[in-house]
């Protein structure tokens, strides 16, 4: 019985060091969860534009998140043609394949259809444009892992497609290729330089 005692009693913790140990289990989490807010992630590669821009007048309203809520995904409806420059706007019929029969008698369903019956593609106005001059292809970031919402935002939770983030400026670009180890290079981004790109004041 002596024995069993001295070897509980050689086997416990000192109260300092069970003190440590629970003080461990409560900060540990704390500081996991600081850490995973702080590391950055697919929503945040690219800065949020600094200024809200006003969202462009489109012909038609449409709102991403109805329609991601139902199942789409970008690529459904968005397609990368060769060259990979733009990504497209999808055709009539694409959205007629569900708005053939869904919403068929709402005034903007009824538009919609009128651009179909006319082969008409839809006057879509670009949200985010790209700057004369610069290199630019979606295949090329696609390709090299990069997701739609890092360029463009929370597409899922917008009724309305505006510019959130500062994908078209130069220090936008520039920190995301930092943070991906992808080059940074004038010449990465701009055609090579010649003197008709001088803008005169």
């Not at 497609?161 to 994908?167: A, D, F, G, H, L």
Request: proline share 8%; aromatic share 4%.
């Amino acid at each position: 019985m002596k024995r069993l005692e001295r070897l509980k009693r050689s086997h416990r913790l000192p109260v300092f060091a069970i003190l440590a140990l629970a003080i461990l289990i409560v900060v540990a989490p704390l500081l996991t969860a600081h850490a995973a807010q702080s590391a950055p992630s697919a929503a945040l590669d690219v800065h949020d534009t600094p200024v809200p821009l006003p969202a462009p007048a489109q012909p038609l309203p449409y709102s991403h998140k109805a329609h991601l809520a139902l199942g789409l995904e970008c690529a459904m409806c968005h397609t990368n043609p060769d060259r990979g420059r733009l990504m497209t706007f999808p055709a009539t019929a694409t959205c007629m394949n569900c708005h053939a029969s869904f919403g068929k008698n709402r005034p903007t369903i009824q538009k919609l259809a009128e651009y179909d019956k006319s082969k008409t593609a839809v006057p879509w106005v670009r949200v985010y444009t790209v700057l004369p001059g610069i290199n630019w292809s979606h295949r090329r970031h696609l390709d090299a892992g990069m997701k739609c919402e890092m360029c463009h935002g929370n597409v899922s939770q917008m009724q309305v497609m505006t510019n959130v983030k500062s994908v078209t400026t130069m220090v936008g670009c520039l920190d995301c290729h930092k943070l991906h180890n992808a080059p940074t290079t004038c010449t990465t981004c701009h055609n090579a330089w010649s003197p008709d790109m001088v803008v005169a004041k």
